[in-house]
């Protein structure tokens, strides 16, 4: 009705004409069956189509690459890998000299690296030049791969490590007897202990490719890279 009042109110000469909105639709009169509610809003109804006809594609797989992570390890990796263990190795036997004067059968396991040790010893600055050649040729050089360059700064930072108990040593200057003896000497076969275990524990699984994880160290190594 309120449409036909609205129309009567027009001259048939006007220019006017009356716009209905594209979705503008009556109230439905039976909004409670679904039936009812299709016809009111056919725009919704097409929705609803849409929204079906969407849902029942069948979803597209994407193609994943599936990348072994148990690929072994070269063998040149490992081969640099064990040897870069052998600086703070041959570094640290300093420490055991007391070890060794207390149980002389000790020092028969270490008979076998006795010519590589006179070897090393033999080369003048031989500490400095191996420590430069692993940081500098090894770590920091790109072109090897990470697992050979955490295993040389893992080694790297373990001989720098080494360097503190001297260090403190010849500040505090326990002298030859007394606690302070005592405290030194313990303290240098304990550093001797933890840097064969370092060394055999390095250097086994350098040779299986498998990671080693130093206490103390691991982590500090891990930032440089």
């Not at 004409?17 to 299709?38: D, V």
């Not at 080694?155 to 007897?177: E, M, N, W, Y």
């Not at 840097?195 to 490719?209: Q, R, T």
Request: with cysteine; net charge positive.
């Amino acid at each position: 009705m309120a449409s036909i009042h609205v129309l009567h109110g027009l001259s048939p000469t006007s220019p006017k004409t009356l716009i209905i909105p594209k979705y503008c639709y009556p109230p439905c009169p039976f909004p409670s069956t679904h039936a009812a509610r299709s016809l009111c809003f056919p725009h919704q109804k097409q929705m609803l189509n849409l929204n079906l006809n969407l849902s029942l594609r069948p979803k597209s797989r994407s193609k994943s690459t599936i990348t072994c992570s148990g690929s072994p390890t070269p063998a040149t990796d490992r081969l640099i890998s064990a040897v870069s263990y052998t600086l703070p190795f041959f570094n640290s036997l300093q420490y055991g000299r007391y070890l060794f004067f207390q149980f002389p059968k000790l020092g028969l396991l270490f008979e076998p690296l006795l010519p590589l040790l006179g070897l090393y010893r033999s080369i003048p600055y031989s500490s400095f030049v191996a420590f430069f050649a692993l940081y500098l040729g090894v770590v920091r050089n790109p072109s090897f791969s990470h697992y050979t360059r955490f295993n040389a700064m893992q080694a790297v930072t373990l001989d720098v490590l080494l360097v503190l108990p001297l260090l403190i040593q010849r500040i505090f200057s326990p002298g030859q007897a007394g606690l302070g003896y005592k405290l030194m000497v313990w303290g240098h076969n304990g550093i001797f202990v933890f840097s064969v275990l370092c060394f055999v524990y390095g250097l086994v699984s350098s040779i299986l490719g498998r990671t080693p994880y130093l206490p103390f160290v691991a982590d500090a190594a891990g930032r440089q890279l």
